[in-house]
């Protein structure tokens, strides 16, 4: 029997049934809830970096953006306010538009 201790999407438990498997699961609790989307979000980071396709990297992606609708929720943000945040950033520090990869900075 495989140990999964991982969160999972909210239908996966009417899909595992549907196999006509049991299982065991639980609600986590908001504190729980955010360290585990932070893991998950990880997880999905690392598969996003491993896709081949364009339709694979959109699937990853989609994953990671509902991680972040989950976080927010559990943070109390809005999405919105997210936004804003990433706006102020990329008026101070910029974008990732120009593609700019640093190679090393030497010491004055």
Do not use: C, W
Request: cysteine-free; hydrophobic content about 40%.
């Amino acid at each position: 029997m495989p140990v999964y201790n991982k969160l999972v999407r909210d239908r996966i438990l009417e899909i595992i049934e549907s196999d006509g498997l049991v299982y065991n699961a639980r609600i986590l609790e908001p504190t729980e809830l955010l360290k585990e989307v932070k893991a998950k979000m990880i997880e999905e980071a690392k598969e996003f970096q491993t896709t081949k396709t364009v339709n694979e990297s959109v699937e990853e992606l989609a994953d990671v953006l509902e991680l972040i609708h989950t976080a927010l929720s559990t943070l109390g943000v809005t999405y919105d306010e997210l936004d804003e945040v990433r706006l102020q950033k990329k008026v101070r520090r910029g974008g990732f538009e120009k593609a700019i990869y640093l190679v090393d900075v030497k010491d004055k």
